[in-house]
């Protein structure tokens, strides 16, 4: 009796992987047709951490050179970086499950044999290689006005490529489960600002963590986003030793732990009561 089930799940998961090759492969042909609106995007996001350099330099540039043993090279550096840090994080947000949901497009999806998680998660990841494509002449043209600083080993390079990764997942299943609290309730964008500022002060996104009181240190350490943030960035500019490196990947994988019981806790909870209400 037990048989069938796993010869089923057996070609579910061999399945999977080639579900997530097709699906990245059509978002990289579609997002290079649309490569100039990307390019825009891009270019629009450059705003904000350009504002953070001017100013955090110009600070350093007033105390003799430095902020907290950061200089104004180091913090060329770290908003550089930060620029694809950023990118890498735009994932599928609530608002999308919010409009799933409130206007039934979910009911279609549900229909399909993988769960819409895995489409999402494949669908960004693939266009992430076009975002990387399209960062490389951005950087070096901030690289060229800013001058930053970098002392970059192999290990520190490793250890990033596989943190901006750990990042995306971690931050796309967080707001998936975020957004999939629009199973109870019609609107999530009060919960999604609050997610957002709390994001926006604790992750390393307006600052780096160093710059930050002792005790909102204390409070960042303890939530998930310093690893879409602040790490990613610190391992390839911050002189991280390599047990800290190694540390912070590793709890990268123990929030994309906690991210995969949420998502798919919540979404198991949650289209019950969308399959009753739906009948």
Sequence with gaps: MTAAPQTRERRRLRGLP??????MRTAVQS?????TANYLYMLGMIAEPVVYLVVWSAVADAQGGAVEGI???EFAAYYIVWTLVRNMNV??????????IRQGELSGQLLLPVHPLHYDLAYFAGWKFVVILLWIPIAAVLTLVFSPVFDVTALELLVFVLAIWG???IRSLLLEALGMITFWTTRVSALYQLWFTAELLLSGRLLPLALLPGWAQTVAAWSPFPSTFGFPIEALV????TGQLWAGIGVQLIWIGVGTLLATGVFRL??????????
């Design 18 to 23: 080639g579900f997530y090759a097709v699906v």
């Design 71 to 73: 200089t104004a090279g």
């Design 238 to 241: 911050g002189n991280l030793s």
């Design 91 to 100: 994932v599928f947000t609530p608002y999308g499950w919010e409009q799933r």
């Design 31 to 35: 997002q290079f047709q649309y490569r």
């Design 270 to 279: 949650g289209v019950r009561r969308y399959g009753a209400v739906g009948n």
């Design 167 to 169: 990042a995306y997942l």
